[in-house]
């Protein structure tokens, strides 16, 4: 006797309407969460950019470009666009650097104590990044424990300027970040395959070569994620710059704040917000074409 399978009948239209209904039920609260918590802040600020400054910082509703021609007309914006960049350029850079081994120590390990290693390094995060700024002024000052070291075995005659400037500012984020780049790292060394470099390795190709031709390419989409995670919350960080800054590290996010608390020229504050966000926009453009590039390889 020979069965044969009979096909799962059609469903009816009714239970397909039934389920997009339901499907949309379920999107409905993160689609409501990401226009009332994202979208519709970013046009209250899109608006706000094109009111005016009166005298007295009493705003006039209009709709005006000169927020933003007052912030590209002055060199000092960009300036302190320039030091964006430079800030944000620098901690990716160095934190990927950094991070990059311990990630793939930590995705490659077999010890038993992978997951309190992996809890070790994101750690920090646990710690407010306040604190922590307070813990580098005390680390990087013209008094501070570096110094005194070196000022006290002869090495240096007068303190080295590690606070108070772009120097500091980098090195206290990239500590503070570097969590986040092994985080993004980690869970990107996914398409790593060992058995490719065990071929490698059969066939002769050093552990230098390997790494060069196997294991890195296959980890950059991890380490472009980690970039670009550590530049975007370099680029918008505000606490570090600030404090550790001394007042003399211009930044955006610094003169969005200046702007809109001490000038209360909240329009200006707006346009150098919405700079901001296409200085990231372009970034994530940037980010998307070298990870289609790569995945056409």
Not at 80 to 100: D, E, F, K, Q, R
Request: glycine letters at 10%; hydrophobic letters at 55%.
């Amino acid at each position: 006797m020979t069965m044969t399978r009979v096909g799962a009948p059609d469903r009816p239209e009714g239970f397909r309407q039934r389920a997009k209904w339901e499907l949309l039920g379920l999107l409905l609260p993160g689609v409501l969460g990401l226009l009332l918590g994202f979208i519709l802040p970013i046009l209250v600020m899109l608006r706000m950019s094109l009111n005016t400054n009166a005298a007295g910082g009493q705003l006039v509703s209009s709709f005006s470009l000169a927020s933003y021609q007052a912030a590209l007309a002055d060199p000092f914006y960009w300036q302190v666009i320039g030091n964006t960049l430079l800030l944000g350029l620098g901690c990716g850079l160095m934190a990927t650097v950094l991070s990059y081994p311990l990630a793939l120590f930590l995705i490659r390990t077999t010890s038993k104590w992978k997951g309190v290693l992996i809890a070790l390094a994101i750690a920090p995060l646990l710690t407010s990044a306040v604190a922590r700024t307070y813990g580098w002024i005390a680390i990087l000052g013209d008094q501070g424990v570096i110094n005194d070291a070196l000022l006290s075995i002869g090495f240096i005659d007068t303190p080295w300027r590690l606070s108070n400037n772009l120097l500091g500012t980098t090195i206290a984020l990239v500590e503070i970040l570097m969590p986040y780049s092994i985080l993004a790292m980690v869970s990107g060394f996914g398409r790593i395959n060992s058995s490719l470099e065990d071929a490698a390795g059969s066939l002769g190709a050093s552990k230098l070569k390997t790494f060069f031709r196997i294991t890195l390419p296959l980890s950059l989409p991890g380490v472009f994620t980690g970039f670009l995670l550590v530049f975007v919350l370099a680029i918008s960080s505000f606490v570090t710059p600030r404090l550790l800054g001394g007042g003399r590290v211009f930044i955006l996010a610094t003169e969005v704040y200046n702007e809109a608390t001490q000038t209360l020229n909240w329009p200006l504050a707006s346009a150098l917000s919405v700079i901001l966000l296409v200085v990231f926009g372009v970034l994530v453009g940037i980010y998307q074409r070298a990870i289609a590039k790569f995945e056409d390889r």
